[in-house]
């Protein structure tokens, strides 16, 4: 089954503590992308990925960095969760940056 | 700064009703359309998308959608609304004038009464 999966799906740790997310695609796509969804605000691209090793911000970076070493997998790293980080979190992929994108189930991040 | 906008934050209809949740964009160009639900606790689904070709778009679970390159509005509509459709729906627009990547608007919260 075609799919994007992420880990944790649900996730509450402390400032400052470091974590990561999880993605993976099985669907072979170049292009992943991570949002965070906050009310009234829709989903905002925190980065993206066109392909291995390229990365680059999106609309709100501050506080994530991502690596892409492999095709299918796209890590969120946060190295020192703050409070304002709380949000739920979705990673995408699609063929590329304005086709479909499908979408992960969402992580759900407290920061206390 | 291009954008989008949905204009209501929420909408009530009531069940077999007809819906039309409403899609602006500012782009200089024709670009992709896309609508998105998101049922609660759930990520997000692909309803429809308007890449060329026939203005009049139609989609999973009943839902079709109109580009009207002269309004810029891409508007979703269903003629008879399930209380299954109770869900969050999103717009999102591509265009690679613009940068790599979807941006969305804010999102349509639908409540059904029965």
């Known amino acids: 089954e075609a799919q994007v999966t992420q880990n944790p799906r649900y996730l509450i740790t402390v400032t400052g503590k470091k974590l990561t997310v999880t993605c993976s695609q099985n669907?072979?796509?170049?292009?992943m992308s991570w949002y965070r969804q906050d009310p009234g605000l829709g989903l905002r691209q925190i980065y993206y990925s066109m392909n291995v090793e390229v990365t680059d911000k999106g609309d709100v970076p501050e506080g994530y960095k991502v690596s892409r070493k492999e095709k299918r997998n796209f890590p969120l790293i946060l190295e020192s969760p703050s409070p304002n980080q709380t949000s739920l979190y979705f990673c995408a992929s699609s063929l590329t940056g304005v086709n479909e994108q499908f979408f992960g189930p969402g992580t759900r991040l407290t920061v206390l | 700064a291009q954008s989008v906008t949905q204009p209501d934050i929420h909408i009530t209809v009531s069940e077999g009703a007809s819906l039309e949740l409403r899609c602006n964009y500012s782009y200089g160009a024709t670009p992709y359309l896309f609508w998105y639900v998101q049922s609660p606790g759930q990520g997000l689904q692909l309803l429809l998308k308007?890449?060329?070709?026939?203005?009049l778009v139609q989609g999973i679970k009943g839902f079709e959608a109109e580009f009207k390159r002269s309004q810029s509005s891409f508007n979703l509509r269903k003629p008879s609304v399930h209380w299954s459709d109770a869900a969050e729906y999103f717009c999102?627009?591509?265009?690679?004038?613009?940068?790599?990547?979807?941006?969305f608007g804010a999102g349509t919260i639908l409540r059904v009464k029965s």
């Open positions: 999102a627009v591509g265009a690679t004038k613009y940068g790599n990547k979807l941006v």
């Open positions: 669907m072979n796509h170049e292009y």
């Open positions: 308007y890449f060329s070709g026939d203005t």
